[in-house]
C-alpha cells in the first residue's frame, strides 16, 4: 500500500507571495491531518479535515487554510508569507481511531525569505 | 511554559549503548503517550504506543510512564546505528483527534558504529 505523498517537497518563496501544498493520503483515509515542524516549537496542529470537512483546527492565524476534496487528497495555504513560516510541513493520514493512528508522509521544506 | 519538554542533544553514542531520551510535561490529564522516530527527510514513524503509567517493551525497545512525575523515557537497548535519528516524544488526553496531541521538540540521536 503506497504512503502518504506530499508535493513538492522543497520550495522557495519570498515574503507576501503565497504557496499551496498537497497531500495525498494512504488509500482508503479520510482523515487528513496538517503539522508545521520546527526546530523552536517542534510539531504543532495546524487543521485536521475529514469527509471534506475541516473537523480541528489549531492555533495558527487565518493566513492558513486547508481544503480536502472528495477524493481526501488535501491542500494548505498559506497566503502573505512571512520569514517565520519556514518549516517542515507534515501531512497524515489516518483510517480512524486516536491520532496514534496517523501515519505522516514525508513532508514539504518552505524557505521564506 | 510549554506542555510537553523534550532535551534537544544532541545525543551521541558507541554502537551497543544503552540510550536513555526523556520527556517531562505539564498536563496531568495526559493519558496516552508516545513515542516516534524521524528519520532525515522523512515524516515521524509511531515506535510505541502506552496508555497510562507503566512499561511497554518491544524488542530493544522499552517505553515508560511515570504520571506521579509527569515523566516519559523511551529506552534503547543494544543501540544500532540505525536507530540514529530524532525522537519526539508526544502524548494526548484523549483518542478524539490530532488536535488533542501535543509534541516535544525532538532528541537528535546520532549512534557512533
Known amino acids: 500500500k503506497a504512503g502518504v505523498t506530499q508535493t513538492p517537497r522543497y520550495l522557495i518563496k519570498t515574503r507576501g507571495q503565497q504557496v499551496t501544498l498537497s497531500c495525498s493520503p494512504i488509500s482508503g483515509h479520510r482523515s487528513v491531518s496538517w503539522y508545521q515542524q520546527t526546530p523552536g516549537q517542534g510539531l504543532q496542529f495546524l487543521f485536521e479535515y475529514f469527509s471534506e470537512t475541516q473537523r480541528n483546527k489549531g492555533n495558527f492565524p487565518g493566513r492558513f487554510s486547508g481544503r480536502q476534496f472528495s477524493n481526501s487528497r488535501s491542500e494548505m495555504n498559506v497566503s502573505t508569507l512571512e520569514l517565520g513560516d519556514s518549516a517542515l510541513y507534515l501531512c497524515?493520514?489516518?483510517?480512524?481511531?486516536?491520532?496514534?493512528?496517523?501515519?505522516f508522509g514525508p513532508g514539504t521544506r518552505l524557505l521564506v525569505l | 511554559q510549554k506542555e510537553v519538554e523534550q532535551d534537544p542533544g544532541p545525543l551521541s553514542v558507541p554502537e551497543g549503548a544503552i540510550v536513555s531520551l526523556n520527556c517531562t510535561y505539564s498536563n496531568s490529564a495526559f493519558q496516552y503517550f508516545m513515542w516516534y522516530r524521524q528519520y532525515s527527510r522523512k515524516g515521524p514513524e509511531l515506535l510505541m504506543y502506552t496508555y497510562s503509567s507503566g512499561n511497554k517493551e518491544d524488542g530493544r525497545f522499552t517505553a515508560q510512564v511515570d504520571k506521579s512525575s509527569k515523566y516519559i523515557s523511551l529506552f534503547i537497548r543494544d543501540s544500532q546505528p540505525s536507530d540514529s535519528a530524532t525522537y519526539l516524544c508526544?502524548?494526548?488526553?484523549?483518542?478524539?483527534?490530532?488536535?488533542?496531541?501535543?509534541f516535544g521538540t525532538g532528541t537528535r540521536l546520532t549512534v557512533i558504529p
Open positions: 508526544a502524548m494526548s488526553l484523549d483518542q478524539t483527534g490530532a488536535n488533542n496531541l501535543f
Open positions: 497524515a493520514s489516518s483510517g480512524g481511531g486516536g491520532a496514534e493512528t496517523q501515519y
